[in-house]
């Protein structure tokens, strides 16, 4: 880890929205631990940002503090990956990949695709993390997180903001 703590508005993670400095890919996955403590089964989070934001780490961070069982890499090649559960009565963790649902025209066919992966069955028993997935995972349930990271250039420093988005 950096040694410098990380920079956190004056709202904690169970705020409905915050931001964060993260220095470093440990604080990346630190911050996706510190996230896990407020998911539960049910819970749907949407990952957003560039190639190289920090996705797939903010999601090994996520699989640790939920306790999930198995190495969290990137789903890009299968799409999705389930993670059993590590702890009695712990969610398990559906991490997702939507960057190449329906291809380079999106629409209805990511929608169509989304679908076909029979995610909606997982929720009740699992935390849906979808990286790529801002326009397209959020009909997966009807209030679900928003995590938005961007990349420093030249830089391991990433920026985080999160917000709970409701349909209600």
């Known amino acids: ?47 957003d940002g560039p190639l190289g934001a920090g996705k797939t780490a903010l999601a090994r ?15 890009t090649f299968i799409i999705a990956r389930e993670h059993r559960p590590g702890r009695p009565g712990g969610p398990a963790m559906v991490h997702v990949d939507a960057y190449r649902l329906g291809g380079a025209g999106g629409g209805t066919g ?15 028993d699992a935390v849906i993390v979808v990286e790529w997935g801002e326009g397209v995972a959020e009909r997966l349930a ?6 938005r990271l961007r990349r420093d250039v030249d830089t391991d420093v990433r920026h985080a903001e999160w917000e709970w988005v409701s349909d209600e």
């Open 110 to 124: 990511v929608l169509d695709e989304l679908d076909a992966l029979d995610l909606d069955s997982d929720l009740e």
């Open 1 to 47: 880890m950096s040694g410098e703590p990380n920079t956190v508005e004056p709202r904690g993670i169970d705020a409905r929205s915050g931001a964060r400095t993260l220095p470093d890919v440990a604080d990346t996955e630190a911050f996706g631990r510190e996230l896990a403590s407020i998911l539960a089964a049910g819970d749907v989070v949407i990952l």
């Open 142 to 147: 009807d209030r679900h997180l928003v995590v």
């Open 61 to 75: 961070g996520i699989g640790a503090g939920l306790g999930i069982v198995g190495r969290v890499t990137s789903p």
